[in-house]
């Protein structure tokens, strides 16, 4: 399952996707498919831009293809804040979470209603990825957010 939509936070695994898909294309697999349900929401991110890319070329650079995406996302000023939230979120996914009964449960599918995986998810962690966003945000060069700077600067006189 690709999507993270259900939780809480966003779910990112880069770094096992770009395994996986290493591993399926060197054992024979020449097709893929994956429920993603990638929401109305931005937060899961450079997920299925990663992923698609690793099923063109399953040797790519993962680290390589994330740097393009949040440079092209929200600038190179701002992208070095985007790209440390989503490691601390990955950090979350791939070892926070494991330690946590709701990761621990036997169970076929991930318990979507239960929220328990939160008990991972210190206040510290938090304030640090509020405090990345925001960073980001306020250094975010695109046209869109140069034009909305503008914009508001206008209208503040």
Partial sequence: YVYGEPF???RTNFKAF???VSWAYANGA??????S???KEWTEG????LLIKLLWNPAADR?????????SCVGKKAAPFLQKYYENLEKFWTEDVLKTQWFQDKRVYPAFGNTAY???YSAEKLYENEALLKKCVALTETPSSLRLRRRSARSAR
Avoid: M, T, V
């Fill in 8 to 10: 809480i936070l966003p």
């Fill in 118 to 120: 939160l008990e991972a």
């Fill in 63 to 71: 680290h390589a293809i994330l740097k393009d995406w949040y440079i």
């Fill in 18 to 20: 770009a395994e996986q």
């Fill in 30 to 35: 020449r097709h893929y498919y994956g429920e």
């Fill in 37 to 39: 349900y990638p929401g």
């Fill in 46 to 49: 450079p997920k299925l831009y």
